[in-house]
Structure formats: structure tokens, C-alpha cells
């Protein structure tokens, strides 16, 4: 199924997400992953770290747990906000058991947001859902103001020839 947002929607439903994650202590600098299909939450999710001043570190879904911990843990990550799998031809793609080892190795990993996935729930003592920190905010958190050089997002390298390498955009 496709979801639809008018702009207006997406702009209230980025604020609210980004005062869910300040309300939760996020902040300007900080290194946010981010493992989540394509969809509106992942849309609402990328648009309000930047909203924050926070840096996106995108994270791909066929990663393992070795690879999101040389990613996040070079970065010093404070959280991860991530789906807790989602259907691919078919199939489940169980990205929560990943997220779970990984966090294992990251102790900057103070948070762990999980959007549910349809017929699966992990069982994950510290996560928080997805849906709570969107409708858990406060309004009126505004966005941060920030220089053109400021770090917007931090994109690593495949680490096909080496430790993987974080392109500062």
C-alpha cells in the first residue's frame, strides 16, 4: 500500500517527530543511524534530525551487525532510529535481530527508536516505538538554525577495500 502526506502534513508530522526526539534529549552534532525502507516514516524521520541540527548517518539494510558497528561506533552515534523489518519480495527482512546485536558493541548508543513491522515484533527491552515519539511530542520546538558549513549527514564508504571512510556532507 502507498501512503500520501500533502506537504503541510509532512511539515507538522517533521516537527512533531523532531520535538519527540528532543523531548528525548537529541540534539544539534549529535550522529543519529538511521535503517529504514522507503516510506513516509523514513521521510519524517531523516527531514527531522536535520530539523534538530543532528546528523543523519543513513545505514543500509543489508548491512550486518559488524558493519553498522564499525559505521556507528567510528561516528560515536548517540541513537538509531530503525524499522523493525519489512517484506521484500515476499519475504521478511528481520533488520531488528541486527540492530540488537549491533547495540551490543555501541555503548554511545543511548537510544534505539523501532517503527513496527507488520506480523513481527522483536522483543527489544530498550527500544522505543516509532509512533510514540511522533505522538508523544510536545509542539513548538523549533528548527535549528544552521551555517552552510555545518555537517548535515555523514555517508560511509563500502569498506570494500578498507575500513569504510565517512564522507562529511
Partial sequence: STTQVSYSELQQRVERF???????????GDRIGLLMESGVEATISFLAIAYLGAIVVPLFSGFGSD???SRLGACEARAIIATAGFHRRGKLVDTSA??????????????VILKAATGHSPQFANAE?????????????????????????VIYTSGTTGRPKGAVH
Avoid: Q
Fill in 129 to 153: 516505538p516509532w509512533s510514540a515519539v511522533e505522538t508523544d511530542a510536545p509542539v513548538g520546538t523549533a528548527a535549528e538554525r544552521m551555517e552552510p558549513n555545518d555537517p548535515f549527514m
Fill in 98 to 111: 541486527v540492530i540488537i546485536e549491533a547495540c551490543k558493541h555501541l555503548p554511545t548508543v543511548e537510544r
Fill in 18 to 28: 523532531a520535538a519527540g526526539l528532543a523531548a528525548r534529549g537529541i540534539r544539534r
Fill in 67 to 69: 558493519a553498522i558497528v
